[in-house]
């Protein structure tokens, strides 16, 4: 494939912009070689400004669970913007988008909507802090929750693959109330627990970790936490920025039936426009201003424009009683054909998916946590993106990023993908 004007476009972006992007991950660092510039995109398929086509397994990082240029989502937003883009009063739509979320999701009464799944995560810990009257925080090493300062000490994602899991910026004040656990290690949990007795606010996880690769859950962690939580008088955060409204209508909470205190949306709720939200049960989000003391605000949140694509969204997924079977017959035909190829190439690998979440690391031990995600073969995943980019196949520019699979691909999609894989493999 030629990137010539992909490159060129490039070079001038980099004069102007950090590194030529606006998110880090994008500036292929981690692979080699200089990102495609999207010219445009419809259903599975993105068109880069020379004309190549491809397959796309990124989906915007999540948000394109139904294809790219959705009719009813772009319609929506078509008609709101001739009403106006953004009035910072209240509007009919927040409520709208409001109610079907609460009647999709489980456990929760009420849902503010915030510009991105950073200020979400930001916010949900602010009111577990708030509601518990405490500090202390536990996250996951390899978890994301967006770039905000409490989050930003062993993440995953961008933060991983560019070597900065600590970054520079965040303060040491900020840092020691961040306790740091192993994914899947519920003894590590319980011991931070014992040494920081009723000090800790919150527990926040990716209930299926997706910045690490794809990492399920091990059977009755996520239960294991609920309890300890109910026990310690911590708040369980369940970060649903990628799983909500993807792994199932209720998200992992009902994939699972395991209830969160307070729960982060992000990427499908707002159907691809800039989207965020964090819900709880009534008792907890009444502790939010202006009904209660824990402050956060916004001029854009709810802004019309993000509220008709999420509720165009939200509802074609609430309508469709079959999306998420389709979503897992495709993604698990998808994995079934990659584990035939790798294993007749006697490649090492291991395959994560849940749902349509899923990754490919070079590496043939289970990957359980961030410690054995960071083992892969990146040579091996180098030469693999940039095999499948070259047949027109897009997949995430990292090997610490899932893939995410949208209902717009269809079987002969996923062949052309497979044979593109087949190919690439036997170069590898
Ligand atoms: N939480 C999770 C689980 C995420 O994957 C991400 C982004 N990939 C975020 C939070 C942050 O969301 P945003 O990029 O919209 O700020």
Redesign the pocket.
Same mark, same amino acid.
């Given at each position: 494939m030629i990137y010539q004007r992909s490159s060129q476009l490039f070079a001038e972006a980099e004069k102007v912009i950090p590194g030529g992007v606006n998110s880090p991950v994008r500036a292929f660092k981690s692979v080699g070689g200089t990102p495609i510039f999207i010219k445009e995109a419809k259903g599975p398929y993105l068109y880069d400004e020379d004309g190549n086509r491809y397959i796309d397994y990124i989906n915007s990082?999540?948000p394109m669970i139904l294809g790219h240029a959705y009719e009813p989502v772009v319609n929506a937003i078509v008609e709101r913007a001739k009403k106006g883009t953004s009035f910072g009063a209240p509007t009919a739509l927040e409520t709208e988008i409001a109610a079907l979320a609460v009647s999709m999701v489980p456990n929760i009464d009420k849902i503010r909507f915030v510009n991105?799944?950073? =200020? !979400?995560?930001m916010s949900a810990v602010r009111l577990a802090r708030g509601f518990t009257n405490r500090e202390k925080i536990i996250k996951f090493a390899g978890?994301?929750?967006?770039?905000s300062d409490s989050f930003l000490i062993q993440a995953g994602?961008g933060a991983v693959t560019f070597g900065s899991p600590n970054s520079p910026g965040v303060t040491q004040g900020t840092a020691k109330d961040t306790l740091l656990a192993t994914y899947n290690d519920l003894q590590n949990v319980n011991d931070l627990f014992t040494a920081n007795p009723n000090e800790i606010a919150a527990i926040i996880i =990716?209930p299926v970790a997706?910045?690490m690769g794809c990492i399920p859950p091990a059977e009755g962690f996520l239960e294991a936490l609920r309890e300890l939580c109910d026990v310690n008088g911590t708040l369980l955060i369940f970060?649903e920025?990628?799983t909500g409204f993807r792994l199932a209508k209720g998200g992992a909470q009902e994939l699972y039936n395991v209830k969160a205190d307070i729960v !982060?949306f992000?990427?499908v709720i707002g159907g691809g426009l800039p989207v965020?939200a964090f819900a709880a049960r009534n008792e907890i989000m009444n502790y939010l201003a202006p009904v209660g003391p824990v402050y956060q605000a916004g001029t854009l949140s709810g802004n019309p424009l993000a509220m008709a694509a999420g509720l165009e969204m939200l509802k074609a997924l609430n309508n469709d009683a079959a999306i998420f079977e389709r979503l897992e017959e495709k993604t698990a035909y998808l994995e079934n054909g990659i584990r035939k190829i790798l294993e007749a190439k006697n490649i090492g690998y291991t395959i994560n998916r849940m749902g349509s979440m899923i990754s490919v690391h070079f590496d043939a031990n289970p990957v359980t946590d961030f410690k054995s995600a960071a083992k892969g073969d990146n040579e091996t995943f180098k030469k693999f993106f940039h095999g499948l980019l070259n047949e027109g196949v897009y997949i995430a520019p990292s090997a610490y990023e899932t893939w995410f699979i949208t209902d717009a691909l269809m079987y002969d999609d996923l062949d052309f993908t497979l044979n593109a894989i087949d190919k690439v493999a036997s170069a590898l």
């Open positions: 990082w999540g991105s799944g950073t =200020e !979400a995560c978890c994301y929750h967006g770039h994602s =990716e997706g910045n970060d920025v990628m !982060a992000g990427k965020g």
